[in-house]
């Protein structure tokens, strides 16, 4: 039987168990951690960026993600059903300073960048600065299409957002 709940009820297979029992390990802090260093320059590589860096969880991931795209007071827009906002302990307001701006994930998992466009806050002290796009792929086992994705660097840069993408379950 195949148990699809979640990825984490998946369990390492002997091969796996016995790579990381004999793994060359350092001190990651000096960077001299082999194991480390290759899995970050291999994620670099994967995703076409510069440097990549490894976290202990998604979770971890996440918050490091939208505490550096954003300050104290500033607001990051992303889905009511996003991981980040509704399976994450509110960590980026309780760590972060940072006020989730949750709106509707369409359909298909997507933000209607009309809707999202729409909450984007002027420059008012009365307002938290709205600074970050925050998307999931996938969401909820859908796969954002292709073409709505190509649109997204263009709207973060018309608006002035930063551009974050969960991508927890991208492989
Ligand atoms: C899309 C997404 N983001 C983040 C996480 C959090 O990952 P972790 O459980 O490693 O903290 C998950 C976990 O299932 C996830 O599905």
């Known amino acids: 039987m195949s148990d699809f709940r979640s990825d984490t009820v998946t369990q390492p297979s002997q091969a796996m168990r016995q790579l990381m029992s004999t793994a060359l390990v350092g001190d990651d802090v000096y960077g001299d951690d082999p194991t480390v260093n290759r899995l970050q320059s291999y994620a670099a590589e994967r995703m076409g960026k510069q440097a990549a860096l490894f976290c202990s969880s998604g979770t971890q991931a996440n918050l490091l993600a939208i505490m550096a795209h954003c300050q104290r007071g500033d607001e990051y ?32 998992g997507s933000l209607n960048l009309d809707k999202v466009k729409a909450v984007i806050k002027s420059d008012d002290f009365h307002f938290a600065k709205s600074r970050l796009l925050s998307l999931e792929n996938t969401i909820g086992g859908k796969v954002l299409p292709m073409d709505y994705l190509a649109t997204l660097r263009p709207f973060v840069e018309q608006n002035n957002l930063a551009l974050h993408l969960d991508g927890a379950r991208i492989f």
Request: glycine letters at 16%; proline letters at 6%; hydrophobic letters at 30%.
């Open 77 to 108: 827009i992303c889905g009511q059903n996003a991981h980040n906002y509704k399976y994450e302990g509110g960590g980026a307001a309780v760590l972060g300073s940072v006020q989730p701006q949750p709106i509707e994930n369409e359909i298909d």
